[in-house]
């Protein structure tokens, strides 16, 4: 593994977003994005919150600091405007030297190739960290997630059965994996 150094002032340019760290003065469009929005989270496993005084966004930001994981808003280059999230949920070690990458992207963006273009952003990006292996997920049934993760490149692996618990219930989950072979 290469030896890159965390550095969470990147920021990452695409025709149409850009991918910077997560700042607390994020809380409001993620709060009205993602967790109060019970349909996005359908599939993205975080909690709802009724409001946003309850958003716990500055403690994940923390953690992800800590723990040397990119977590980046997803923001329009036109308007400004913080329409998701992408971030690294699990970080490379020297023995696992695999991250997994998870986004959502708030309601009133779907179906404009937003989450596409920053997924294929942020692999380039962790790809350029020295990170050998890129998994990606999706619950079974989030068909949408699926298409983006399958646009990006990623290879289907396997489904683990009830692996996610999640509202109450068990999911089915796909994974799926990019290797780094620009080494």
């Not at 023995?95 to 692999?123: C, D, H, P, Q």
């Not at 009830?162 to 080494?183: F, G, R, S, T």
Request: hydrophobic share 35%; net charge negative.
């Amino acid at each position: 593994m290469d030896n890159v150094t965390f550095n969470p002032s990147v920021v990452i340019e695409t025709s149409r977003l850009i991918l910077r760290f997560m700042d607390v003065k994020d809380t409001h469009a993620i709060f009205l994005n993602i967790n109060s929005d019970k349909e996005v989270l359908k599939y993205f496993v975080d909690n709802y919150v009724e409001k946003e005084e309850d958003m716990i966004l500055d403690k994940v930001i923390q953690f992800c600091l800590q723990n040397k994981r990119y977590f980046f808003a997803i923001e329009l280059k036109e308007t400004h405007e913080v329409v998701g999230m992408i971030l690294q949920c699990s970080g490379a070690s020297e023995t696992f030297n695999t991250s997994e990458i998870g986004y959502a992207i708030g309601r009133k963006y779907w179906s404009n190739g937003y989450a596409t273009e920053a997924l294929k952003a942020m692999v380039d990006f962790i790809f350029s960290t020295g990170v050998h292996k890129i998994t990606a997920s999706h619950i079974v049934g989030n068909d949408a997630s699926k298409r983006v993760i399958e646009k990006c490149g990623f290879i289907y692996e396997s489904r683990r059965k009830e692996d996610i618990h999640y509202h109450e219930q068990y999911y089915d989950v796909d994974y799926y994996y990019l290797l780094n072979n620009d080494k």
